[in-house]
């Protein structure tokens, strides 16, 4: 080895010492193409919804085959969560919490179903399939006409009645926490 | 401890008399069924069993066959004793253990869909979203990163909430506080993963997201205090994680509510806002007396709840060693205090060494319990000056329906016949 080259490589090894992290050893590139196929997030302010749409009435049939066995026949009366009905009921002492009494955002709906429902079979739904059910269980609790539809514009425009019904915690308040000082 | 010499020990300054030999025996005295007494009168060494040789050395130590102990499946306030298909929850047997670490097989678990049955090999964490780098990582990446290793309480937020609306004078300490428990977990600092991705400057928030069916995913809010402790963990009390914990990697999240260390975990997506996910907007939020609920209430409060004696176990009259744990979500718990006259006067019970830093600590104080109906009741405070609210101040600031983040005083009722049984104050 030549003295520059013992000095680069000195050089060199110094900096790797010094250097907080080694990047380049760590885990390898996600390509886009596979973040595609795990980025189902949506956020209230629609980011995330696919293309596609569903109507309310396909959405009946879509919940009946594959929905109605847990959340009853409209969504009220199964053996697992109650999704319609318990307007006015959140300040009394049996408070009934559903999409349509106490669910602040209609993005959030489409979300939870595409990825976590039907539970024996989560993502199972297609795009418009996740679109047709969260618009009949929206017309379940009166915020949706019977001949309503959604996709991805529409979605996020929905109010839904408790949207104001959420006070953040002080320490985490998402308006306040990282307000540039 | 029973103090050993003759002289009154006045240990708490207020004139109050603690326990020594003498007011011991005189406390011991006439009082039927006490424990000195019945030992005295139970063996001899001679109906003890002669030594023999034992069971071939194993690979796995299993219980004594003499020690019964299992968490307890459980769903919904109210709702015991069901089909474990039916079970959310897995209570620990906070009744059963000492010391202040759970063993890994009786940590609580709160499972959304299932426990998936994950193969290291195969999975992978997906790290994207607002970074400069997004990144692919297996276990054996994270294994060969600088890992941390550090004794948590992790808490399930409907911990206590048996106990909202009425109290079940049948439940143990099981079945009121056994959704929380303290390991030592092993991991990668949630900001070393920060620092390879090069995180950008206003993506504040993390969606972290679990790899079991319903793909558990909550918003975290992306403080100095979460990016200094977070981290991500594949170690569990020196082993790697079990199953029910999250296996092969999961997020710790030292101090916050249960559900936000994501098990199972296989993806951490930053952005600028939160993403207001099915559990942090119809699930973990808490609704107040006035129908408005309280949302990102992420850290767990100080609490405390005596182990023994506790709900169902029977009593005899004279010594008792009170013992429990405390815990606080804010940092260290610096003082337990306990009443055994219903809250009408408290003294220090003794904090066991080492209490760290948002992990349960266990503590003790000795009674002498005169067979007289009583109740009795722990309080702790934390090293940020909180303390412990009493039942009647809490639900008249949060109401009852609130489901989560119940950290009231747990009262225990004593009856005439020594047995304890849930109460609400």
Redesign the interface.
Known sequence: MSSTSKTLFAAAFALALASPVLATDFGRPATPDEIALWDIDVRPDGKGLPAGSGTVAHGKEIFADNCAVCHGDNGVGGIKDRLAGGQGTLASNAPVKTVGSYWPYATTLFDYIHRAMPYQAPGSLSNDDTYAVAAYILSLNGILPADGKLDRDSLPKIKMPNRDGFVPDPHFDPAKLFEKK | MITQDDDVVDRDGAGKRRLSRRNFIAASTGLAGSLVAGRAAADSLADVPPREVGADLSGRSERSQYVKISRIPEATPGKRNIDPSDAINSKTPLDKLFGSITPSDLHYERSH?GVPDLDPAKHRL???GMVK??????VE?LK??PSISRTVFIECTGNGWENWKKADPDLTVQNTHGLVSTNEWTGVPLK?IV??IGKER?S??M?A?GGD???V?RSI?L?DEILNEAFIAYGQNGEPLRPAHGFPMRLVMPGFEGNLNIKWL??L?F?D??????WE??RY?Q?????????????MDTNSVITSPSGTMVIKPGYQRITGLAWSGHGKITRVEISTDGAKTWQDAQLNSPALPKAQSRFQMDWVWDGKPTKIVSRSTDDKGNLQPDRKSFIAVTG??ALFHYNAQQTWSIDETGRVRNVLD
Not at chain 2, 133 to 138: D, G, M, Q, S, Y
Not at chain 2, 287 to 299: I, N, T, V, W
Request: aromatic share 10%; charged share 25%; net charge positive.
């Open positions: 869909s997906l790290v994207h780098k997004p990144l692919v990582f297996n990446d060969a990163m070393f620092d390879l206003d504040n928030w969606l997201e069916a319903a793909g995913a809010p403080t296989r993806r997506k952005g806002r939160p993403w207001m996910t099915r907007t119809a939020t609704l107040q007396a006035d129908g408005k609920a309280e949302q990102f209430q992420l850290r009852s329906n």
